[in-house]
């Protein structure tokens, strides 16, 4: 018995007349009689009791009518909600992604996807940058919002650079830099300076050391703390200079961020594997896009 079988059958049973049965279903009667016939021979038992002047259902296609109505509403969904995963609508988001570069735009950007895509399921892991391009390649998440690392470029994955974000250093407002529009790598020679730990962004401090390096000297750090909150919580505390990324202060927090000079950028990067481009992703990506092109990732 096909699925066809039971849309036929129940055609004749809400209309309970072959006639009407046959005109709504855009088949010639005898068609839909052998149809009927088929289903009886399979059940073993008579669905419809036919005569010259009605049709009316039996015991048996009473209940047939009752299962026939859940199991085609159960192969109709199943059908729409193929459809909304093979469109994107639909699915799941596993999303892997760095702290406080993110901070300006994912909360927005993933609120602007679950208005789109309401009905995929969005989980978040923040996590170091080696361990999101480990955990993409892995396919433990679908995409990465993180930093390049060592050796990125041999794991395979596709990327799209979002933002070169400059280096700079973060001192509380009376600090003799805090008025200066830039400040040389060389003037933090003689400085104490707070940078993130490299097990938790290798890119960024391996920026700072090289900073310092191409300025002819070692630099002086005494913290290394895993977040970039306790960078900033050192420099309030009057510890040491902290080199961060630009975009890292809010809006009311009372440091001052001062670009270094000469420009050294770190990337932002997505990142995902070309085998695993779901639809879900894909919306992702497209979305991603249309900020980028319109400036709403920083505006």
């Not at 790598?185 to 962004?201: D, I, N, Y």
């Not at 309030?236 to 950028?265: C, K, M, Q, Y």
Request: glycine letters at 8%; hydrophobic letters at 40%; proline letters at 6%.
């Amino acid at each position: 018995m096909e699925l066809r079988h039971l849309r036929y059958f129940q055609a004749v049973a809400e209309e309970l007349s072959f006639t009407r049965a046959s005109r709504r279903l855009h088949i010639a009667q005898p068609a839909l009689s052998r149809a009927i016939k088929e289903i009886e021979t399979d059940l073993g038992a008579a669905v419809l009791e036919r005569t010259t002047s009605r049709v009316r259902l039996t015991a048996a296609g009473e209940v047939l009518l009752r299962e026939s109505a859940v199991l085609l509403e159960r192969w109709e969904e199943a059908l729409r909600k193929v459809r909304r995963t093979a469109s994107g609508e639909e699915g799941e988001l596993r999303l892997g992604y760095i702290g406080p570069p993110t901070q300006p735009f994912l909360g927005r950007l993933l609120g602007e996807y679950r208005r789109r895509y309401p009905r995929v399921s969005i989980h978040l892991e923040e996590r170091t940058p080696e361990r999101v391009w480990e955990m993409v390649v892995k396919g433990k998440l679908s995409l990465g919002l993180t930093r390049p690392v060592p050796l990125s470029e041999d794991l395979g994955l596709q990327t799209i650079e979002l933002r070169a974000e400059r280096l700079g250093i973060v001192v509380p407002p009376g600090h003799p830099f805090s008025k200066r529009k830039a400040v040389l790598w060389s003037a933090l020679e003689r400085e104490h300076l707070v940078v993130l730990a490299r097990r938790e962004g290798v890119g960024l401090h391996d920026a700072v050391l090289s900073g310092c390096r191409q300025s002819g000297f070692a630099p002086r750090i005494v913290q290394t703390p895993s977040l970039i909150g306790t960078v900033l919580s050192y420099v309030e505390a009057g510890t040491g200079i902290g080199v961060v990324t630009e975009g890292v202060l809010t809006r009311d927090n009372p440091l001052r961020f001062i670009p270094l000079s000469p420009t050294l950028t770190v990337p932002l990067v997505l990142v995902w594997q070309e085998d695993g481009d779901t639809p879900p992703l894909a919306r992702f990506r497209e979305l991603l896009g249309e900020w980028l092109k319109d400036g709403l990732l920083w505006g």
